[in-house]
T-cell receptor, first 115, second 114 residues
């Protein structure tokens, strides 16, 4: 186990709804990254948070947003859900030294199904 | 050109054989290279990382890095049925903020038959 916990593990939503996914990072890790993994694909980078600020974002629309809290836990929010948002959402924590991010440790993921 | 490329497989090997998994990357500035194993329905699990050219061994696993050829590989010796999984190659990339992220390939599915 990595010590990274995510909730909920599974959820079903309908198009147009909003969802919030939560992540608690491994003790001592100050950086949280979120990835989307569609079936049969590799994880795609959504964004990364360090010291409560977003420090990088992948090719995802603004309806994907996030937060990092002082205890380094994090949330991923997705508004106006679309069918293509159905995927495994992975949270990963890491220890950053300045701008260099170390290896990622993943939680078990939140599997989102949009109907 | 994709940033990180892997053959999707499946790569089928008999039990006890050596499995060789390959990955190429496009960013010559990349300095950190990772291999993750992902069982079906589970999240990726870090199994190896390598920063320097050459080989790095850890038990039955050997990671090989050739920065000149922008190529990284993972060898699994004495393959076991429990090694059957998807193997993801990940490479660090610098974002325009100056911070770094990991970019993943699509993964190679490995099947080890008894």
């Amino acid at each position: 186990e990595t010590g990274v916990t995510q909730s909920p593990t599974h959820l079903i939503k309908t198009r147009g709804q909003q969802v919030t996914l939560r992540c608690s990072s491994q003790s001592g890790h100050n950086t949280v990254s979120w990835y989307q993994q569609a079936l049969g694909q590799g994880p795609q980078f959504i964004f990364q948070y360090y010291r409560e600020e977003e420090n990088g974002r992948g090719n995802f629309p603004p309806r994907f947003s996030g937060l990092q809290f002082p205890n380094y836990s994090s949330e991923l929010n997705v508004n106006a859900l679309e069918l293509d948002d159905s995927a495994l959402y992975l949270c990963a924590s890491s220890l950053s030294a300045g701008m260099v991010t170390g290896e990622l440790f993943f939680g078990e993921g939140s599997r989102l199904t949009v109907l | 050109q994709k940033e990180v490329e892997q053959n999707s497989g499946p790569l089928s090997v008999p039990e006890g054989a050596i499995a060789s998994l390959n990955c190429t990357y496009s960013d010559r500035g990349s300095q950190s290279f990772f291999w993750y194993r992902q069982y079906s329905g589970k999240s990726p699990e870090l199994i190896m990382f390598i920063y320097s050219n050459g080989d790095k061994e850890d038990g039955r696993f050997t990671a090989q890095l050739n920065k000149a050829s922008q190529y990284v590989s993972l060898l699994i010796r004495d393959s076991q049925p429990s090694d059957s999984a998807t193997y993801l190659c990940a490479v660090n990339a610098r974002m325009n903020t100056g911070f770094q992220k990991l970019v993943f390939g699509t993964g190679t599915r490995l099947l080890v038959s008894p």
